[in-house]
């Protein structure tokens, strides 16, 4: 990344954009031309930024806006574990760089991969893969966006705010340097799903909502139970009120009830 005035992390490529529609895109973009992995995709603003289920990301001056694009030979069903690799490695970011006037632990995760702070979205993680040319294994792209100097107003479950006007007073390109360095040190420990159980055990120590009561929409149906934890695949546990575990590996959490500062 050209413009970073930090030291980077040696061993990756790193590809800088005053303005782009999307970072992620634009790895997608780069992957299909033969762009090695390993390469970073970093932009200033985002004109057509994504997040979730297909949903916009507002991507604001100020903020980063950063995609890693790997390879890995994982199983498929190991996939959904960037998820949580991908939250630690962020929210592992963000604390190394943290002030003192910053409260750390106000700070948790909510599944599988957004970042709250004191109960308010300060990071969201959009993972996109696909078969590599290389046979048996998959081109992963791993978009990360947080709101480090402003937010959007949003509406819904959970309401967005930002680092800068809670006391953490880093830069972006400190932050992008402790993201890349955090990043790397868990994929290392992953080791395409083989040490999966330290990062599972990890995000379970941040996560926001264990014990609590919520209702996730999968599909049509919707579920409503305890969150008691996460699977080996990274899926979320719910215990409902009749004792049955349900597994689910993606759905929408529409409700959370009993939430304190940690929703």
């Known amino acids: 990344m050209n413009r970073c005035t930090r030291p980077l992390p040696q061993g990756y490529q790193y590809f800088s954009f005053a303005e782009i529609d999307s970072t992620n895109q634009e790895a997608l973009r780069q992957c299909a031309k033969g762009q090695q992995p390993d390469s970073w995709f970093c ?10 289920t297909g949903h916009e990301w507002i991507s604001q001056a100020g903020n980063l806006h950063a995609s890693l694009l790997i390879r890995s ?8 574990q960037i998820s949580i690799v991908a939250a630690l490695g962020a929210i592992t970011a963000i604390e190394q760089c943290a002030s ?10 909510k599944w599988p991969n957004d970042i709250l702070l004191t109960g308010r979205k300060v ?3 959009l993972i ?53 360095q955090s990043l790397r040190d868990w994929l290392s420990i992953w080791r395409d799903g083989e040490g999966f159980e330290t990062l599972r ?12 009561t919520m209702i996730l929409g999968v599909g049509a149906a919707q ?14 546990v ?21 939430s304190g500062s940690r929703s």
């Open 201 to 212: 055990l990890a995000w379970l120590e941040h996560s926001c909502h264990i014990g609590q």
């Open 73 to 80: 030979p994982c199983p498929a069903d190991h996939l959904s």
């Open 43 to 52: 932009a200033d603003l985002q004109t057509k930024g994504r997040g979730t």
């Open 238 to 258: 719910l215990e409902d009120s009749t004792g049955n575990e349900h597994v689910i590996s993606s759905g929408n959490i529409i409700k959370i009830e009993g």
């Open 123 to 125: 990071c969201g993680i």
């Open 128 to 180: 996109e893969s696909r078969p590599s040319p290389s046979p048996g294994q998959f081109d992963i792209v791993i978009g990360t966006g947080s709101n480090l100097a402003v937010n959007p107003l949003i509406e819904g479950l959970v309401s967005a705010d930002n680092l800068k006007d809670n006391g953490w007073g880093c830069t972006r390109d400190e932050l992008f340097v402790a993201l890349v």
């Open 100 to 109: 003192n006037q910053f409260h750390i632990g106000d700070l948790c995760l």
């Open 223 to 236: 579920f409503k139970g305890r969150m008691t934890t996460i699977s080996s695949s990274g899926a979320l």
